[in-house]
Nanobody, 115 residues
Framework: QVQLVESGGGLVQAGGSLRLSCAAS????????MGWYRQAPGSQRELVAA???????NYADSVKGRFTISRDNAKNTVYLQMNSLKPEDTAVYYC?????????WGQGTQVTVSS
């Protein structure tokens, strides 16, 4: 079982930046895909960014050009660098990992962007 621990959320003004981290309890080499979803109040959870084991990335249209996902295999950690943040980016951000047939989730970290 993979445990995921997120950090880096907080309150930031519009136009600012935050970096989220997701530390996995085992080597990310064995994990197929990792990424981030977010869920705003009253909205469905949506995919923000994903990265495969070979480093291929995928982004939601709403964050392309502003967010960057990366992984540090030596630290078993995936990062989400968020720049030019907008109030509509406000949500709880969840890290996920796919290992075999199983999906694992972190506890979520709140990101609030003030206008």
């Amino acid at each position: 079982q993979v445990q995921l621990v997120e950090s880096g959320g907080g309150l930031v003004q519009a136009g600012g930046s935050l970096r989220l981290s997701c530390a996995a309890s085992e080597s990310v080499f064995s994990i197929n895909d990792m990424g981030w979803y977010r869920q705003a109040p009253g909205s469905q959870r949506e995919l923000v960014a994903a990265i495969t084991r070979d480093g291929t990335t995928n982004y939601a249209d709403s964050v392309k050009g502003r967010f960057t996902i990366s992984r540090d295999n030596a630290k078993n950690t995936v990062y989400l660098q968020m720049n030019s943040l907008k109030p509509e980016d406000t949500a709880v951000y969840y890290c996920y990992a796919i290992l075999g047939a199983y999906n694992y989730w972190g506890q979520g970290t709140q990101v609030t962007v003030s206008s």
